[in-house]
Nanobody
Framework: QVQLVESGGGLVQPGGSLRLSCAKSGIITSSYAMGWYRQAPGNQRELVATITNGGNTNYADSVKGRFTISGDNAKNTVYLQMNSLKPEDTAVYYC?????????????WGQGTQVTVSS
């Protein structure tokens, strides 16, 4: 069983920075990608950034150049460094891991952490 625990959300002023952390537990023997998604009130959950276990990254256009996803394999942790935050970045941020097995994929989600960008 894989578990994800997020931390690092909070209230920040526009232009400020936050770093989210996602600690992964459980044994994974297949390839996988970890990522961050967010959901603002009234909106669908959307992809923010992903990173594969090979280190390849992908970002939503809205966060390119401002957010950086990285992983620390020794700590089983993925980070999302968020700079130049805007009010429209306000949302609940969820950590995700997508595990690719031979015949199917499996997703696990964290509990979410609130990020509020406001003056």
């Amino acid at each position: 069983q894989v578990q994800l625990v997020e931390s690092g959300g909070g209230l920040v002023q526009p232009g400020g920075s936050l770093r989210l952390s996602c600690a992964k537990s459980g044994i994974i023997t297949s390839s996988y990608a970890m990522g961050w998604y967010r959901q603002a009130p009234g909106n669908q959950r959307e992809l923010v950034a992903t990173i594969t276990n090979g280190g390849n990254t992908n970002y939503a256009d809205s966060v390119k150049g401002r957010f950086t996803i990285s992983g620390d394999n020794a700590k089983n942790t993925v980070y999302l460094q968020m700079n130049s935050l805007k009010p429209e970045d306000t949302a609940v941020y969820y950590c995700n891991i997508h595990i690719t097995y031979i015949l199917y994929g499996q997703d696990y989600w964290g509990q979410g952490t609130q990020v509020t960008v406001s003056s």
